[in-house]
């Protein structure tokens, strides 16, 4: 396989038991029945679902490369195995193994997820390093269900009592708890970074990309509610001030004629990955500050061209642009639009 080219992947809904979905096939341009048990799209994912019973495959989970048929192009954890410095750097490799350590989905609940948290940073600290788990979300669209308007949960509410708030989680009192943090509106366009112990719920009609830091032998996951082993943060913070943790504000990076650049996590955020938004009105190089990105189309199209070759690219795509591959130009058909996910710095 050509290792100086983008790779793009077939589509890798995972079965999960919630429901959900109806977005996420408007978005990619599939044909689906409604919502269902594949609320989910694990993009360039090399960890495998683990779904017992309700297992669809051997291999549900692990991304698949377009080949040239449906189902017949190499495995991403399989290419790594072998080419994983051509595809990620070697210091990347050296650092992180073989694993891009990072994971990233498409994400669309048709009901309330649990609420969770990520632990606190093995330091003990509650600011992130790139050691530890956290999360950020760009919303891609919304939808009211049984007339429920868009929203998350997000954050304990100030002046709620911390002891009250820690019972209520060990009874568990579902309800309780929920009631104690705040409830966020939402919509399309926003981003959100969620640190290590602030709890959340992702409710119904959210449709969004995820990201979070992953190791292969130690996935950084949130934990459910019922399985938390303490207590997250229970600084209670008025709507504003949780606001300006939480919510993400863009950075220019570049803007021209041709289109803009935005850093939306940063360095000044969390050492575990960087999310970039790219809105291209012309023809505009993009040029990877490092070793490889991971790279999705959410609104209009275009040409992407790179020293080995060119390919149209429309809303709903995605790819991994390897090692090999240090930019890319983008000519947009009228508009296009990106997000840009780069790994930690190695």
């Keep these: ?45 090399t960890e495998r679902a683990d779904n017992g019973e309700n297992s669809q495959r051997e291999d549900e989970g692990l991304a698949r490369v377009c080949g040239e048929g449906p189902g017949d192009g190499p495995m991403l954890v399989d290419l790594l195995a072998e080419n994983a410095e051509s595809l990620l750097g070697a210091e990347h490799v050296a650092k992180f193994g073989k694993s891009l350590a990072m994971q990233c989905k498409l994400v669309d609940p048709a009901v309330p997820q ?25 919303i891609l669209g919304t939808r009211r269900i049984s007339g429920r308007e868009p929203h998350v949960l997000v954050g304990v509410k100030e002046g709620t009592n911390a002891k009250a708030f820690s019972e209520a989680v060990k009874a568990p009192r579902i309800e309780a708890v929920e009631s104690m943090l705040h409830r966020l509106p939402i919509c399309p366009g926003e981003g959100y970074f969620l640190p290590p112990r602030m709890p959340y ?28 082993t303490d207590t997250p943060d229970c600084t209670g913070l008025g709507k504003d001030d949780l606001l300006r943790k939480v919510m993400i504000h863009e950075h220019m990076l570049t803007r021209s004629d041709e289109g803009y650049c935005f850093e939306l996590v940063g360095s000044h955020q969390t050492g575990a990955f960087a999310l970039w938004r790219v809105e291209v009105t012309g023809r505009m190089r993009i040029k990877l500050p490092r070793p490889f990105a991971f790279v999705l189309c959410i609104a209009g199209e275009g040409l992407m061209s790179w020293a080995a070759g060119s390919r ?3 809303a709903g795509e995605y790819f991994l642009q390897p090692y090999g591959v240090p930019w890319i130009e983008y000519v947009a058909y009228g508009h296009l639009s990106l997000l840009i996910v780069l790994p930690p710095m190695s």
């Design 312 to 314: 149209d690219l429309v």
């Design 201 to 228: 719920a992702i409710e119904g009609g959210v449709f969004m990309l995820q990201v979070r830091r992953y190791a292969d032998d130690a996935p950084f996951c949130p934990v459910p509610m019922d399985h938390w």
């Design 114 to 138: 649990p609420v969770q948290c990520y632990p606190a940073p093995s330091g003990g600290s509650t600011e992130h390093d790139d050691g530890d788990g956290c999360e950020a979300w760009y």
């Design 1 to 45: 396989m050509n290792l100086v080219n983008p790779i793009f992947f077939s589509p890798n809904r995972v079965w999960r038991e919630y429901t959900g979905g109806l977005l996420l096939d408007r978005f990619v341009g599939a044909v689906g029945d409604g919502d269902g048990h594949f609320p989910e799209d694990w993009l360039a994912s």
